[in-house]
């Protein structure tokens, strides 16, 4: 179970912090309701960025995202017998960072009675700004070759002040590419607090939309495969 510690903790603090901004901006009664789209994308980076460093303390490459995870493995930048224990690090991890935040936020969920209230998914999962499942789908994908193309040629990205640079990579795409479907270039990010949502007491939930959900998932793991095969041919 090499890296599965690092990959669990990592992943665990970077949903804390980037699922914790969202319900801060959503839910009414916070300090930061109705924050604006560069404070999530801000946010959601230097979640990032400590997650990486926390796994890499622990042990792991600081993946945090089965896209990465797969692409790298596919192509040979990474090894398949640490593939299942990275995965289910980045799985559980989120699913407990998810719920860690439902109980910071609990009260706010139960006075938020309604959708209109900031009680919905969205805190938790993506959804497109305009729904057309095709155009969702290649959003997904483009953005996410566009992170993990350039992350392929940082190198060990866990090193020095190279997790912040990822930080910054995640923010560019979130300001850039992110406003389609709200970035979730990361299965585990979004599958994971999606199902937390679904089966967690959360107090006054409505849908889950898990019809959406096949997006998320394979959007990214297609721009991670096409962006380490694109590495792998020229390097």
Known sequence: MQGFLGEFLGTMVLIVFG?????GVNLKRTYAH????TFISLAWGLAVTF???????????????PAVTIGFALFGFFSWAQVLPYLLGQFLGAFVGAAIVIVQYYPHFKAAKRP???NTV???ATGPAIPNPVFNFLSE????FFFIFPLLNLGNFTQGLKPLIVGLLIVVVGLTLGG????????????????????????NKSSANWSYAWVPMFGPLLGGI????LQAWIA
């Open 226 to 229: 096409l962006a380490a095969g």
């Open 34 to 37: 109705a924050q604006n789209w």
């Open 180 to 203: 389609t479907t709200g970035f979730a270039i990361n299965p585990a990010r979004d599958w994971a607090p999606r199902l937390a949502y679904t089966i967690l007491p959360v107090p």
């Open 116 to 118: 209109v209230d900031g």
């Open 19 to 23: 699922v914790g901004s969202g319900a």
């Open 141 to 144: 994908t483009i953005a996410t």
């Open 51 to 65: 997650g990486v460093y926390v796994a890499g303390q622990f042990g792991s490459q600081g993946h945090l995202n």
């Open 122 to 124: 969205g805190i938790f």
